[in-house]
């Protein structure tokens, strides 16, 4: 039986739920239409702008102005140049020279300045050395200047300044290519190939404390005549010790430096002895080969602490400028 209410409606309208559908169906329609227009509407507005810039762009180029551009972008190197610098902080220590002493030759020879000479610098790992002897004559008796200068990368200089004594050879002089000779046969007898760095500095003490004896003076001019006397006289002073040992350890190839005790309140002469690397210059030991009467010890590779021990048995005896020479390992 069909509704009243809905009685001369047409079919369509006849179901409540159709006649929505259809409510709802006329609205999506007008929504899409003015979607549409706004649409249409946005593009002829572009449109008319792009137009309108292209006639302006012709316009300029007909009137010479120079149509607008944005700034060019910066190259790389410009980048790099306007960057701000990094800087580190300024070297300013000098480096330091050690191992330099008061020299001795005799007349008419020749000397290497540089021999037992050490250079070290807290940054520059190769400051540059250089001697000044233009003083010097070695063909006349005389004490000239000699001044090395060691400068690093960053123009620090440090000057250390010391002597050199010219004096005539005595009637005992001996060459000095017998005094190498002689040094690398001595050698051939107490070193040999399988001895490591540190065997081969003890046997030179051991032959040098086994075959040499003190004697109270000593021809201090030239230290390979005195290490020739004593390996054939087998006699001579702390100097004679020390250029034996100094000479051998050179023959060795073993760098070597030459120390001095300054002269204090405690004692007032002069003790030479040496320091030698077993590591080609990166760590040093000293070496005294001169015998100790009083209290015997084997001064062999000793520490600085070592011998400031030996210092609390003969107050001073190793007194010497410790700013001037490596320092040796802690232990």
Not at 114 to 140: F, M, W, Y
Not at 157 to 182: G, N, R
Request: net charge negative; hydrophobic share 35%.
């Amino acid at each position: 039986m069909s509704d009243p209410r809905t009685a001369g409606r047409p079919a369509q309208y006849r179901s409540e739920q159709q006649r929505r559908r259809a409510i709802a169906e006329k609205k999506r329609r007008r929504k899409r239409a003015r979607i549409y227009f706004r649409i249409k509407q946005a593009i002829l507005i572009l449109a008319a702008l792009a137009i309108g810039y292209s006639l302006g762009l012709r316009a300029g180029r007909v009137s010479g102005e120079a149509a607008p551009t944005l700034p060019p972008a910066p190259s790389e190197a410009q980048a790099v140049q306007t960057q701000p610098m990094e800087t580190g902080p300024s070297d300013t220590v000098a480096p330091q020279i050690m191992g330099v002493n008061r020299l001795a030759v005799f007349t008419g020879s020749s000397i290497a300045y540089r021999s037992g000479i050490l250079v070290s610098d807290d940054t520059d790992p190769a400051p540059k050395l250089s001697v000044d002897s233009s003083q010097v004559n070695l063909s006349a008796p005389g004490t000239y200047p000699v001044i090395y200068t060691a400068t690093d990368s960053a123009g620090n200089a440090t000057t250390v300044e010391t002597t050199i004594t010219v004096s005539d050879a005595p009637t005992t002089y001996v060459d000095e290519e017998l005094i190498k000779e002689t040094a690398d046969t001595l050698l051939e007898q107490i070193i040999s190939e399988r001895m490591t760095k540190e065997e081969q500095v003890n046997a030179v003490y051991d032959w040098i404390a086994g075959h040499c004896y003190y004697i109270a003076e000593f021809d201090k001019s030239d230290y390979m005549q005195a290490a020739y006397l004593m390996m054939t006289t087998n006699r001579g002073d702390c100097y004679g010790f020390y250029a034996v040992s100094r000479l051998l350890f050179e023959r060795l190839g073993l760098p070597t430096l030459t120390v001095t005790r300054l002269p204090n309140e405690v004692r007032t002469t002069n003790h030479w002895w040496n320091m030698v690397s077993l590591d080609g210059g990166e760590s040093w030991y000293h070496f005294d080969s001169t015998p100790h009467l009083t209290y015997p010890t084997r001064t062999c590779l000793f520490t600085d602490a070592q011998l400031n021990e030996f210092n609390l048995l003969m107050p001073n005896y190793y007194y010497f400028d410790h700013d001037a020479f490596p320092s040796t390992p802690e232990a």
